[in-house]
């Protein structure tokens, strides 16, 4: 199986922020690599597929970038509601597999 | 617009069968370009694919190891929902269960059903 690493696991940050989430996969996965956003109490929701096509509604402060093995995901300005845990997911191969998390947390 | 509804009890007893169905609106069961996947998620073992079933002619079946000899996916073409069926049910099992439709051609998962809890506990 295709082991993904996410880092960190917890990002305190203010509004207004610009973070970077990186994800790893314990082998190349080319650009099959997509991002997921989820709230408390919700099913996560897609934001990014194949490492940067930005989902259709979600806003383009979100971006992604990497290739083979490493990715990472950019929020230029954080904004109030996107406090939230991300995952990262690979579907190079099966069984699919998610990092194990970030959660952004109001510093 | 697609939308994924589950059901199913929120409580199964250890050993016993954890049933759940997903009704689909907005596509078909039957469509040949994409696959119903079940996937779960607890805080020892975060987020789980289980499992999923697509329509190429025929129908295929994929199983993740950990629950491959437990557990089965059934289409209903008749009611455009597919069902979820794990057997010998452990605590383990306890996780928050969802639907979720997986694109072929786009390699992504969307949309995902609500999500259900399963708590295994007699």
């Known amino acids: 199986d295709i082991q993904m690493t996410q880092s960190p696991s917890s990002l305190p940050a203010s509004v207004g922020d610009r973070v970077t989430i990186t994800c790893r996969a314990s082998?190349?996965?080319?650009?099959?690599l997509n991002w997921y956003q989820q709230k408390s109490g919700e099913a996560p929701n897609l934001l990014i597929y194949a490492a940067s096509s930005l989902q259709g509604g979600v806003p383009s402060r979100f971006s992604g970038s990497g290739s083979g093995t490493d990715f990472t995901l950019t929020i230029s300005t954080l904004q109030p509601e996107d406090f939230a845990t991300y995952y990262c997911q690979q579907s190079n191969s099966l069984p699919f597999t998610f990092g194990q998390g970030t959660r952004l947390e109001i510093k | 617009q697609v939308q994924l509804q589950q059901s199913g009890p929120g409580l199964v007893k250890p050993s016993q069968t954890l049933s759940l169905t997903c009704a689909i609106s907005?596509?078909?069961?039957?469509?040949?370009?994409?696959?119903w996947n079940w996937i779960r998620q607890s805080p020892s073992r975060g987020l789980e694919w289980l499992g999923r079933?697509?329509?190429?002619?025929?129908?295929?079946?994929d199983y993740a190891a950990s629950v491959n000899s437990r557990m089965t996916i059934s289409p209903d073409t008749s009611k455009n929902q597919f069902s979820l069926q794990l057997n010998s049910v452990t605590p383990e099992d306890t996780a928050v269960y969802y639907c979720v439709r997986y694109h072929h051609s786009s390699r992504w998962f969307d949309p995902w059903g609500q999500g259900t809890l399963v708590t295994v506990s007699s």
């Open positions: 082998q190349s996965i080319s650009n099959y």
């Open positions: 907005g596509d078909s069961v039957s469509s040949n370009s994409v696959a």
């Open positions: 079933t697509y329509y190429r002619s025929n129908w295929y079946y």
